[in-house]
């Protein structure tokens, strides 16, 4: 269980990427997860930010060694890294915890090594210097945060909020994270990749019209089996022009998306809810139980009843007060 987590700031640390680890996982809020958290530095002397002003860690890199989450927020791409921060985080991704990072805190995970054969991310604007530094890691340059076992990095600035709020969901479940984030007044997932942040992005034509409309009409009715040419007849296109709209306007295809938030749904109900897996797969949309194993387990890494049965363990220690 994810109860305690460790910020590495370096000089330059950017106050937006860090305040988003501080929001997520050093506030406490009644009814949610608390975590022992610490914000340190390589000395535990106060750092300088990109903003000019200091902050005063709460440590020094002690707390990486035993925390379940090691987090990197943004930090100037040319940072000197010293050897035993890089050290204490191969250490940290050795024993199994989460190493994650906000933004172009990625670097210093490729230097510290851990991106090397990884499928990872950065914000797009050093989507092409990171692959050019560390070649043997996989840059995904569209997405908005990547999981690559327990190595978590994610896109510029707000990313870092899905990133972490993947995690907490991950570990927590669908119910805590949408909790988590409707505190927060931020969506419990966003769909999609940088495509729709990247300046000059794919041109709408006066024919496309935007597809608000019909997500929110998907979205509440996932249940619904339905083809690229029932949504393109929907909003009047054709099938091509139809799904070249809906990358332009999501990042992602029509299918790719609607099994996303299918199997989101069938989270919520094998957390929330006694329904049966074949049930299960009828409300969200997967028609039958192979159809869902099959989806369930590519996106979540785990079976339909691997994933209930272990939420439920979670939920009955915490009533119980062991969480």
Excluded at 148 to 162: M, N, P, V
Aim: with cysteine.
């Amino acid at each position: 269980m994810l109860t305690r987590v460790a910020v590495l700031a370096l000089p330059g640390v950017a106050p937006f990427e860090l305040g988003v680890l501080c929001e997520v996982f050093g506030t406490a809020r009644q009814g949610l997860p608390a975590y022992d958290f610490s914000v340190c530095s390589p000395d535990g002397k106060p750092v300088r930010t990109s903003s000019g002003f200091e902050i005063t860690p709460h440590a020094d890199l002690r707390p990486l060694a035993r925390a379940h989450l090691v987090a990197v927020p943004a930090h100037p791409l040319d940072s000197v890294v010293p050897e035993p921060a890089l050290a204490a985080l191969r250490a940290a991704h050795a024993r199994g915890a989460y190493v994650s990072s906000v933004c172009s805190g990625a670097f210093v995970l490729g230097e510290a090594g851990l991106l090397d054969g990884r499928r990872c991310t950065t914000h797009w604007l050093h989507a092409d210097a990171l692959a050019a530094r560390f070649p043997l890691a996989d840059v995904q340059p569209n997405a908005l945060y990547v999981e690559d076992g327990k190595l978590l990095t994610s896109a510029g600035t707000a990313a870092g909020i899905d990133a972490c709020l993947h995690l907490v969901r991950r570990e927590h479940g669908s119910a805590v994270a949408t909790k988590l984030a409707r505190r927060m007044v931020v969506p419990p997932h966003r769909d999609g990749g940088q495509a729709q942040y990247i300046e000059a992005p794919i041109p709408k034509t006066a024919c496309g019209p935007a597809l608000e409309p019909l997500l929110e009409w998907l979205a509440a009715n996932l249940h619904e089996p339905v083809t690229v040419a029932d949504l393109a007849a929907r909003v009047h296109l054709a099938p091509r022009t139809f799904a070249r709209h809906f990358v332009a306007e999501t990042g992602t295809t029509p299918h790719d998306w609607l099994t996303g938030q299918r199997v989101l749904l069938a989270r919520r109900l094998l957390e929330d809810t006694d329904l049966g897996i074949d049930a299960v797969a009828s409300r969200a949309g997967f028609g039958n139980a192979a159809t869902l194993r099959h989806h369930f387990t590519r996106r979540v890494g785990a079976t339909p009843h691997t994933y209930r049965t272990t939420f439920r363990d979670r939920a009955e220690m915490a009533g119980a007060g062991l969480g």
